[in-house]
């Protein structure tokens, strides 16, 4: 008797959803092609040098490696994943998918962060994910709550200031 594990689907907002899919297709076509003439070419100049090792045949190695590797983690996040949607009900806690503004204990300035899962997360761009320390402390938070996060630097305290 087999046990089948049920993976937990990648939570993606529509945005996401389409933004990976594009990218796949991009590195499954364009990207191939661009790596592979990378290939020939390094390989056709190794074959006029006496060097037993080409630096360029293995930079382009690399790259197709980096390249297969990106394709089949895409593949994967989109074989199980759920879209997202926060804008279906009125709701007053935090959600995957709310955008929420954040005030942290101590400073004056905002911060405003888009809640998604792990596979779209993109800290610089103010999408954080729901199993970050922070995604996680957000989780079922309502405006005016304080959560606590633990940073290398302590404890830190964020208030949820708005939520949308």
Do not use: C
Not at 5 to 15: D, G, I, S, W, Y
Not at 52 to 81: H, M, P, T, W
Not at 123 to 143: D, F, M, W, Y
């Amino acid at each position: 008797m087999g046990l089948t594990m049920k993976l937990k689907p990648n939570l993606l907002t529509a945005e996401g959803h389409e933004k990976l899919t594009k990218e796949l297709k991009h590195l499954s076509t364009t990207g191939r092609e661009d790596v592979a003439e990378r290939l020939q070419r390094a390989f056709e100049d190794g074959q006029d040098d006496d060097f037993v090792d080409n630096a360029e045949l293995e930079a382009a190695r690399n790259a197709q490696s980096f390249l297969e590797g990106r394709i089949k983690e895409l593949e994967d996040i989109l074989k199980n994943y759920q879209i997202i949607d926060s804008t279906t009900e009125p709701h007053d806690s935090v959600r995957v998918g709310d955008w929420v503004t954040v005030s942290e204990n101590g400073y004056d300035e905002e911060e405003r962060y888009h809640l998604v899962g792990a596979a779209e997360a993109d800290p610089a761009s103010g999408r954080i994910s729901n199993e970050s320390p922070l995604g996680k402390a957000l989780l079922g938070a309502k405006v005016g709550d304080k959560v606590k996060v633990s940073a290398p630097r302590g404890i830190l305290e964020f208030q949820v200031v708005k939520l949308g």
